[in-house]
C-alpha cells in the first residue's frame, strides 16, 4: 500500500478496500480472505464510521480473488 499511498486521497472509498484487501492477501499468503477472517471498516470526510456487512465484503474479496486468477 505504501508504494501507492499518494493517490489515495483523490480515490472513492471502494478503490481503498481493494487496496487494503490486496495488500491483506499478500501478507496472509496462504491463508485465503473470506468474510469470517476479515471485516473492513471505513470512515472519511463527511462519511461516518461503518464496518462493512458481510454481502459487501464478499463481493469485495470475490472481486479480488478473481484478480489473482
Not at 496462504?30 to 470512515?43: A, I, Q
Amino acid at each position: 500500500m505504501e508504494k501507492n499511498f499518494e493517490t489515495f486521497a483523490t480515490q472513492r472509498w471502494e478503490d481503498l478496500v481493494r487496496h487494503g484487501l490486496k495488500a491483506l492477501r499478500a501478507s496472509a499468503q496462504e491463508t485465503d480472505l473470506t468474510v469470517k477472517n476479515v471485516s473492513v471498516g471505513v470512515v472519511g470526510k463527511d462519511m461516518a464510521f461503518r464496518v462493512l456487512s458481510e454481502e459487501e465484503l464478499r463481493s469485495f474479496i470475490d472481486e479480488n480473488q478473481m484478480d489473482t486468477s
